[in-house]
């Protein structure tokens, strides 16, 4: 007999079969399978939903388009920044709500446009956000970066605020804020030093209040930095001085 | 449209649990593997639906359609590329000679089961899909994406460890 001879594997098949129709029990091979339970329903209404969704989605895309196209040729024509700036924030929301991203790093509130950061390697994000954002790579060690917050208003004027920790808990804030064509008015403590660096001057207040604590205002020609926290004067120049 | 939908909605409910345990074979016993390919034919067989010509043949359709995204998920998970190694390493030596028909020596469809359930995965995959899904060593080598070659020298291990077993059975009987 070979095995593939014809009369003997029909015989073979009928046999596998008949063991199959007969009260024979689950074979071993799904004594492990767990079936699903699919929700018919479900995929019918998921069905009819994702039709409609994706309409609406259409649409949306359609008016993110159209925004960013008349965002673009008011930045051309040079138009004013009130208006740009209320449809910068209707994009925003919009793409929000389009992605579901309500929570998401960069969103509207009142009359702001605020970019959250919580990693450090999200520093790109704020960059693009605020393109001059003073950013630095002499942040001593012991700090860790816990969050960066940057606000836009009306006018381009930008305010971002960054806060570190060390592992005594002890802070280190660096602000640094757009200069408005008005001027801008800043108090400072207990000046201690003045430095003159390439680009601006560095007002320094150390240990003004006998704490150990910092502080340092950074002006240039459009920006403010001021710096305050646990940290010394030569931390202070350095972190500035690159700027 | 209804009309179809309704038909879909009862072969869906009648053959749910063979249609996934058809996976699962499909599959070898990845359940992962089962569940996605399940909800994928599902889903694409009722988007489908107003293309089935013949509402006769709605089960077969949908069985192929899981044929279908089976094919496409081994190919895209290149889940197999260990299979021919692991099964052809298995230490067995079976002859396969020319001699009486085994089959006289079946009395008892149950061993059949048994003896199914004895084989290794490979084998149990490779029958089952064969004689209970009457699916082709071809279609199973592409399903699979296992050499033909494989698929049949696991099957004609299969049938001579069904032989040894029946024949042993039959000198037992002969010998009482």
Known sequence: ?243 | MDRKNKLFENTYRKYEKDLQKFIYTLTRKDQFAMEEIFQNTLEKAFRNLKYLRDDNKIKTWIFSIAKTEARRYYAANKVNDKYEIDELNEDITITVDNDDDFTEYVTDSILVSQIINSFSEGEQQIFMLHYYNDISFNEISEILNINYNTIRSIHIRGIAKMKKIYREKGRINENK
Request: aromatic content about 10%; charged content about 25%.
């Open chain 1, 1 to 243: 007999m070979k095995i593939n001879d014809f009369d003997n594997e029909e015989k073979l098949v009928k046999l596998i079969k008949d063991s199959r129709n007969e009260n024979t029990g689950e074979l071993d091979y799904f004594k492990d399978i767990k079936y699903i339970e699919y929700d018919y329903n479900k995929m019918v209404h998921h069905r009819i939903f994702l039709r409609y969704k994706s309409m609406s989605i259409v649409a949306s895309i359609a008016l993110i388009i159209i925004i960013s196209s008349v965002l673009a040729i008011l930045i051309a024509n040079n138009t004013v920044s009130a208006s740009m700036f209320n449809l910068e924030q209707s994009f925003i929301k919009l793409k929000n709500d389009v992605t579901g991203d309500n929570n998401g790093s960069l969103n509207v509130k009142g009359d702001s446009i605020i970019q959250e950061i919580k990693n450090i390697d999200d520093i790109n994000k704020g960059v693009e956000f605020f393109p001059h954002l003073f950013t630095s790579d002499n942040i001593p060690e012991r700090f860790i970066f816990q969050s960066l917050t940057i606000t836009k208003t009306v006018g381009d004027i930008f305010n971002a605020n960054y806060v570190y920790k060390d592992n005594k808990n002890q802070l280190l804030t660096i602000c640094q804020q757009t200069i408005p064509g008005e001027g801008l008015s800043v108090s400072q403590v207990g000046i201690t030093d003045e430095i003159k660096t390439k680009e601006g001057i560095i007002y320094l207040s150390e240990n003004p209040f006998g704490d150990g604590g910092s502080s340092a205002t950074y002006e240039s020609q459009d920006y403010y930095i001021y710096v305050a926290g646990n940290i010394d004067k030569s931390e202070i120049i350095k972190m500035l001085d690159q700027y």
